[in-house]
């Protein structure tokens, strides 16, 4: 696989739901090696939903060519269910674009954009930077 394709490092990135909910943001810590994608998730709920916690999820997935498949895990029982993401890498390998869905019952839209080095935050505005005491 080319290097320029890797999706190894930090990502900013945001999940929408479905029914008007507001987005939620996160900020991922991906690597990969032979196309083997892990990492973690982190994100904080929006703040006028009752659980408006810190969130830390795992990652395990896979990419072949552009595409890109993982599932996230919950490591906290306030959420107790895994997510599973399919998206589509950009050809500058700058943007993961793509579904989610849970248990075949809820299902929106992310977009991920790579963070570049010594950024705060790349295209995706981000009202504070996500910063969990785990």
């Given amino acids: 696989?080319?290097?320029a394709?890797?999706?190894a490092g930090q990502w900013d990135g945001q999940f929408a739901y479905p029914r008007n909910y507001e987005p939620e943001?996160?900020?991922a810590a991906l690597f990969e090696t032979d196309s083997l994608i892990g990492g973690t998730i982190t994100e904080r709920a929006h703040a006028s939903t009752a659980d408006s916690a810190c969130f830390v999820s795992l990652v395990t997935g896979a990419r072949q060519?552009?595409?890109v498949q993982f599932r996230k895990t919950y490591q906290t029982d306030r959420r107790n269910y895994v997510v599973f993401?399919?998206?589509t890498l950009n050809e500058a390998g700058d943007e993961i674009?793509?579904?989610w869905i849970i248990s075949e019952s809820w299902q929106g839209a992310f977009l991920m954009v790579r963070r570049q080095?010594?950024?705060q935050s790349q295209a995706i505005e981000v009202s504070e930077?996500?910063?969990c005491d785990v």
Wanted: charged share 20%.
């Fill in 85 to 87: 993401y399919e998206g």
């Fill in 65 to 67: 060519g552009r595409r």
């Fill in 25 to 27: 943001f996160f900020q």
């Fill in 5 to 7: 394709l890797s999706i």
């Fill in 1 to 3: 696989m080319s290097d």
């Fill in 129 to 131: 930077q996500i910063d």
């Fill in 97 to 99: 674009g793509g579904t």
């Fill in 117 to 119: 080095a010594g950024a």
